[in-house]
């Protein structure tokens, strides 16, 4: 609900304030007093497009700023977006410079003028000329008629599952693009375990191969290295008298003399006579191992390059690592071929989706049909007393070849004008004041006060919906707009008096010329009330038949309501 707009330099108004009730509120003035441009005030707080020449002249920018009391959902989106409310009520703000771009903002933040567009949907609906080409869309159409039936909770159900179904199809598709893709894997992974279950790589196997190839590669090195090193322990090398163990255990004997300092030499002595016998020993067991044997030195080179072969063709790092490339082929290869298939799991939770969606939409399609005899009798009704007898809004439900994204079928709107003509689609032959008074009558049928929080109403804002209708059907739209403030909020731009009679608020919008021209927009009361009626009515407000007549008008519309 809206519960204030203040404007400023924004066309032909310097300054206005307007305080809209929580019922019926109409706003009305002489042509080219300004009553578009408030319009175009809450058109702008809404998201609405602006451009510099909107600003009054010698301004330097416009301002419009709306206080509006919104439910939870809405509260929560502006909070993430940064912004809070204020003693629980938001205050949306639009700047408009007369040079560069706008500003806007939500509850004292700034967001994008797309922000501001997303949140009218949940605040305001406008009708007006315009809005007829939006009532002709089948998705606006569809709208109505889930608003009238409440299909929300059935409709969230079904949205759900087609957003499931969707995904599960998409991937199904994207699964079975790849099965060339998969088939290809899984040969080369087949490939690679035959080879290597052939080979049979063992972990460490090809350090191990490196280390024989170089011992058998150099026999004689090896062995003259050993011998000396022997030789030099066993005293058995060139110059040398005595063994290396017999000396080192001479010098331990020569410190066994009670000393305690030369007793620790003497044990760390009798140690390295330990190490040099078990060094001397292993050097005896290394020469008797050395052997030439050119047949293993080239069984090993094979080996070698079998392995290193193999893993350039399976693009592994190393030869050590083909052991672990064969155990992850096996788990992948697998994961391709097992009993689990992706396909065959993605196809049955399709079908699965499938039953369901479809059962969701044979309930979504009961309530529409149900709810179709109904809204279709209840506009009639509303049409008859709009000055347009014998007129027939039928509601169609056309089956569509498979359930689509909001149901199984597609609604239409067919407006039978007269009894004599056939049923066709909303605008084709219907006059703007026809389309204005069926908007109308849907929006009061539709309307539903056991479903509405008092503090949550609707906005409904009306542009000259009355366009093309007089006299008695004008008293009838009064009656209606009056109606549908029970459980909205409603706001009208109107040059009908009988239409303005039956306001809660009356709002005057007028002007004062001279060097300047200045919009003022206040609240009328009383006599004052009494005369723009009766301006409304003749086009002079100190008439005595014309005020007579307003007051007339005023005392049906409380008799009426």
């Known amino acids: ?51 510099t020449g909107m600003v ?6 416009a301002v419009v700023e709306g206080t509006f009391v919104v439910s939870d959902d809405v509260a929560a989106r502006v909070e993430d977006a940064g912004g809070s409310l204020d003693d629980d009520a938001l205050i949306l703000a639009r700047t408009l410079p007369a040079q560069g771009r706008s500003r806007s903002f939500a509850g004292g933040r700034s967001v994008p003028q797309a922000f501001l567009a997303d949140l009218a949907a949940d605040l305001v609906t406008v009708h007006g000329q315009s809005d007829q080409l939006r009532l002709r869309a089948p998705a606006r159409q569809r709208e109505l008629l889930d608003r009238f039936a409440d299909t929300g909770p059935l409709l ?10 969707t995904d599960a199809r998409a991937r199904l598709e994207e699964w079975q693009a790849r099965a060339d893709e998969r088939a290809g894997e899984a040969a080369r992974l087949r490939a690679g375990l035959e080879l290597l279950e052939s080979l049979d790589p063992q972990p460490g196997e090809d350090d191990a191969l490196r280390a024989e190839a170089e011992r058998l590669g150099n026999v004689e090195e090896l062995r003259e290295a050993a011998g000396r090193a022997h030789a030099a322990l066993a005293g058995a090398g060139e110059g040398a008298e005595l063994d290396a163990t017999v000396l080192v255990d001479e010098a331990r004997r020569a410190l066994e003399v009670g000393d305690p300092e030369l007793a620790g030499l003497a044990e760390r002595l009798g140690e390295v006579s330990y190490l040099l016998s078990d060094v001397g020993t292993e050097l005896g067991t290394f020469l008797a191992s050395l052997e030439a044997d050119p047949e293993r030195l080239q ?63 044979g309930r979504l399609s009961a309530a529409r049909r149900a709810a179709a005899e109904r809204l279709s009798a209840a506009v009639d009704a509303e049409l008859a007393g709009l000055a347009m007898p014998g007129a027939h809004l039928e509601v169609a439900l056309e089956p569509l070849p498979e359930p689509g994204p909001w149901g199984a079928e597609a609604v239409a709107l067919l407006l039978q004008p007269r009894p004599d003509s056939p049923p066709r689609p909303l605008g084709d032959g219907a ?76 709002l005057l919008v007028s002007k004062s010329t001279g060097a300047t021209t200045i919009t003022d927009v206040r609240r009328i009361t009383g006599e004052e009330r009494e005369r723009e009626l009766a301006r409304m009515l003749s086009g002079q407000e100190d008439s005595d038949v014309a005020r007579r007549h307003a007051a007339e008008l005023l005392d049906r519309a409380v008799m009426a309501r």
Not at 470 to 481: F, S
């Open 299 to 361: 069984t090993v080179h094979e080996r070698r390059a079998a392995l290193r072969d193999a893993s350039l063709r399976l693009g592994v790092e190393s030869p050590d690592a083909l052991s672990e490339w064969s155990a992850a082929a096996a788990a992948r290869l697998a994961e391709i071929d097992g009993p689990q298939d992706g396909g065959a799991a993605l196809r049955e939770e399709i079908a699965g989706l499938t039953a369901t969606l479809a059962e969701q939409a």
């Open 56 to 61: 009054r002249t010698g301004a330097d920018r």
């Open 156 to 165: 969230a159900e079904y949205r759900e599952t087609w957003r499931r179904l």
């Open 431 to 506: 006059s703007g004041g026809e389309l204005s008074r069926v908007m109308l009558a849907l929006e009061v049928a539709v309307a539903d006060p056991g479903r509405t929080p008092a503090d949550h109403r609707p906005t409904f804002v009306f542009d000259e919906v009355d366009a093309g209708v007089g006299g008695r059907a004008a008293i009838e739209v009064g009656r209606r707009l009056a109606g549908l403030a029970r459980v909205a909020q409603v706001i009208v731009v109107t040059h009908l008096p009988q239409v303005a009679a039956f306001a809660d608020t009356h």
């Open 1 to 51: 609900m809206i519960e204030e707009i203040r404007i400023e330099n924004l066309g032909v108004i310097v300054s206005a304030s307007l305080e809209l009730g929580a019922g019926f509120t109409v706003i009305t003035g002489e042509t080219g007093a300004g009553k578009t441009m408030v319009l175009t005030g809450l058109d702008l707080l809404l998201g609405g497009r602006g451009d």
